[in-house]
């Protein structure tokens, strides 16, 4: 790590700052005063119960809701890019389109088909997204999300309409992505094994702001049967007040 002159350790460059973020609809809070840092090159996954504000504080970030709606800091990088649960490909667009959708300058199309053979879609450029599989789709939406090598990649739950197998190989391609790229990462997910599996951090968000932030220190490679694995996972569910059985703590 880089130190100054002083000898002091420099802080980490920062992707992410929200300080006392609140956000509402009508009498209902969402987001009650929360504070949030990501650094450079951290993924960051998001828990929390249905209706607890996840997509809110994305939305927030991304700088999707309207403005003026709620107050608080919010410090993101310019070059950011969101995925959602749905890949939201244009239909009347081809595959290699889709990813380039709005840049321009001669190294598009190259970077596009660079993109598209990192996702493992090479040859699919002509293809029209409706002769894709949702897991081929989403891998397109990675595609174009990465193409402009975002410096901080938001996430909405993008595997959650997949399959079981589908899911756990595209965490493979996600971490492979991720680690190739360093783009600072938030993925809002309901799946604490899928939480467990790629981040180095996980919050819980609860009542409105961050109730848990929890370190994940495992290799890179990890296992579901890891103990160390199955306590992280043991006290996120507790966190979520849920327990091993799926009854309610
Ligand atoms: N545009 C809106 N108008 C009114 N209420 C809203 C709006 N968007 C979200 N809400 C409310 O804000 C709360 C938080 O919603 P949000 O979508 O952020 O939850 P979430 O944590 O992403 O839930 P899920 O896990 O189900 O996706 C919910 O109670 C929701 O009904
Ligand atoms: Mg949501």
Request: overall charge positive; proline content about 4%.
């Amino acid at each position: 790590m880089a130190t100054h002159a002083g000898g002091l350790t420099a802080a980490p460059p920062r992707a992410v700052r929200v300080r006392d973020l609140y956000r509402g609809f009508g009498d209902r809070v969402v987001l009650d005063g929360l504070d949030l840092r990501i650094a450079a090159g951290e993924f960051v996954a998001l828990l929390g119960r249905s209706g607890s504000g996840k997509s809110t504080l994305l939305r927030a970030l991304a700088g999707l809701d309207r403005a003026g709606e709620g107050t608080g800091l919010v410090e993101v990088p310019r070059n950011l890019a969101v995925v959602f649960q749905d890949a939201r490909l244009l239909p009347w667009q081809r595959v290699l389109a889709n990813v380039v959708l709005g840049r321009s300058g001669p190294d598009a199309t190259e970077r596009g088909r660079a993109a598209l053979r990192e996702v493992g879609l090479a040859g699919r450029e002509r293809a029209w997204p409706k002769e894709l599989s949702g897991g081929e789709q989403q891998r397109v939406a990675l595609a174009r999300a990465l193409v402009s090598e975002p410096e901080l990649l938001l996430a909405d739950e993008p595997f959650g309409a997949l399959d079981a197998l589908t899911r756990i190989r595209m965490h493979g391609l996600l971490r492979d992505l991720c680690a190739r790229h360093r783009p600072a990462v938030l993925l809002v997910t309901h799946d604490v094994d899928e939480a467990v599996t790629l981040a180095d951090r996980v919050l819980v968000l609860d009542a409105g702001r961050v109730a848990l932030d929890q370190t994940i220190d495992l290799p890179t490679t990890r296992s579901h049967r890891q103990p160390r694995f199955l306590a992280y996972r043991e006290r996120l569910l507790a966190a979520l007040g849920v327990d091993e059985t799926g009854g309610q703590t």
